[in-house]
């Protein structure tokens, strides 16, 4: 599935993107020695706080995703 990008953030190595249903999606850069791409989409508290606190919350979910991979699993996409 194809996404636009909507925000990139190179020096934390995320990006917020959105899928052609308007869908939004945070794709992470976790790890060290090993790196992985994750990507999760945004569920509507996520959204809602995004759209609140702008991305100021991008950056802090991003750290979270990236503390915590495994605990976003269960929602993440390719």
Same mark, same amino acid.
């Given at each position: 599935?194809?996404?636009?990008? *909507?925000?990139?953030?190179? !020096? $934390?190595?995320?990006? =917020?993107? $959105?899928d052609a249903q308007g869908q939004l999606?945070? !794709? *992470? ?7 992985? @791409? *994750?990507?999760v989409p945004l569920n509507a508290a996520? !959204?809602?706080?995004? &759209?609140? $606190?702008g991305k100021t919350y991008l950056d802090? =979910? %991003? =750290? &979270? ?7 976003? &699993? @269960?929602? !993440?996409? %390719?």
């Amino acid at each position: 599935m194809r996404r636009q990008e *909507v925000i990139v953030d190179d !020096e $934390r190595m995320y990006a =917020l993107t $959105r899928d052609a249903q308007g869908q939004l999606f945070i !794709e *992470v850069v976790c790890g060290g020695f090993a790196m992985e @791409n *994750v990507v999760v989409p945004l569920n509507a508290a996520e !959204e809602m706080e995004f &759209k609140r $606190r702008g991305k100021t919350y991008l950056d802090d =979910l %991003s =750290l &979270k995703v990236c503390k915590s991979p495994d605990a976003f &699993k @269960n929602r !993440e996409c %390719s």
